[in-house]
């Protein structure tokens, strides 16, 4: 299990092993980049359960942007295997292209961070 405060770091050891040296979070898309390069961010962080006032776990969702300059079927490949291998069940939320930047491929991830009584 993941410490809740190493959930982000967690993510992008796992990413960098994908593409190395090629990962942000929440970057802007109209940088020069030089393709491919995934980025990746926390999109919400609810907590659903509450026990005496106070949450038991907190889920977050963090989207994973992969974008190339086309269809790359091998790194599209590496990535879904490496969330698959790290026990990280995923969603490919949609994939499109956008001229002069690239082809998009978001997969959108759940984590849970569960708090525990000292």
Not at 29 to 57: C, G, H, M, T
Not at 90 to 118: P, T
């Amino acid at each position: 299990m993941v410490e809740q405060d190493n959930i982000l770091e967690y993510v992008y050891s796992f990413l960098n092993e994908v593409l190395p040296d090629k990962v942000y979070y929440s970057l802007n898309i109209s940088e020069r980049i030089n393709l491919p390069f995934i980025v990746y961010q926390e999109i919400s962080k609810k907590s659903p359960l509450y026990a005496d006032d106070d949450y038991v776990f907190k889920r977050r969702v963090i989207q994973i942007t992969l974008i190339t300059k086309s269809k790359q079927i091998e790194i599209e490949r590496r990535l879904e295997n490496k969330l698959t291998e790290n026990d990280i069940d995923y969603i490919l939320v949609s994939e499109f292209f956008i001229n002069e930047v690239g082809l998009h491929r978001v997969y959108e991830i759940k984590m849970e961070e569960f708090k525990y009584e000292q």
